[in-house]
Antibody, heavy 120, light 107 residues
Framework: EVQLSESGGGLVQRGGSLRLSCAAS????????MTWVRQTPGKGLEWVAT????????YYADPVRGRFTISRDNPRNMLYLQMNSLRAEDTGIYYC?????????????WGQGTLVTVSS | DIQMTQSPSSVSASIGDTVTITCRAS??????LAWYQQKPGKAPKFLIY???SFQSGVPSRFSVSGSGTEFTLTISSLQPEDFATYYC?????????FGQGTRLDIK
């Protein structure tokens, strides 16, 4: 069974940092691009970042570019999101998701999510 | 960025009814569109990818159509487990964007 499980969320002050982790199992991790999506009260579902499976290509949404870094450890089947210079508008639930077969840009499955709260 | 607009924002229906949700893209995206279902307190769940008609174990009462800028998700013979919020997502180009969601409630 394909499973994704996020961790690392929590309460952080504005300007602070957090590192989210996503543990993957049940599939050949290196064969899939992986994505972070967040759900915020202000903007609903928002794509955050995607990383390819094996060539280290990364893609970011404008609101997070330069502040967030997506990375992965393929031997450990782990996906990460390093979040720096956090802002109140970054508050939300962060989901990791597997991209579709052959690089298709749909997301299935999703993890259960981890809550990030940025306080001012 | 490609803007995705869903209508209606919410709809009430009864068990056995048929409901259609529309998703419009601000520019043409061919058939690169995905639909998701989300229930309260849960992560979104992938339903269907229009381009390949790929479905993730979704009942046949869910059907999709459209291309370019206008798409529909139709749910026939509504069942209790179908009451949820539905989102469309364009998969044509970065940044991938989602519609604001359509909440389907029991009448």
């Amino acid at each position: 069974e394909v499973q994704l499980s996020e961790s690392g969320g929590g309460l952080v002050q504005r300007g602070g940092s957090l590192r989210l982790s996503c543990a993957a199992s049940g599939f050949t991790f290196i064969n899939y691009a992986m994505t972070w999506v967040r759900q915020t009260p202000g903007k609903g579902l928002e794509w955050v970042a995607t990383m390819s499976g094996n060539d280290d290509s990364t893609y970011y949404a404008d609101p997070v570019r330069g502040r967030f870094t997506i990375s992965r450890d393929n031997p450990r089947n782990m996906l990460y999101l390093q979040m720096n210079s956090l802002r109140a508008e970054d508050t939300g639930i962060y989901y990791c998701a597997r991209d579709g077969v052959g690089g298709a840009n749909w997301f299935d499955p999703w993890g259960q999510g981890t809550l990030v709260t940025v306080s001012s | 960025d490609i803007q995705m607009t869903q209508s209606p924002s919410s709809v009430s229906a009864s068990i056995g009814d048929t409901v259609t949700i529309t998703c419009r893209a601000s520019q043409g995206i061919s058939r690169w569109l995905a639909w998701y279902q989300q229930k309260p307190g849960k992560a979104p769940k992938f339903l269907i990818y229009v381009a390949s008609s790929f479905q993730s174990g979704v009942p046949s009462r869910f059907s999709v159509s459209g291309s370019g800028t206008e798409f529909t998700l139709t749910i026939s013979s509504l069942q209790p487990e179908d009451f949820a919020t539905y989102y469309c997502q364009q998969a044509d180009s970065f940044p991938f964007t989602f519609g604001q969601g359509t909440r389907l409630d029991i009448k």
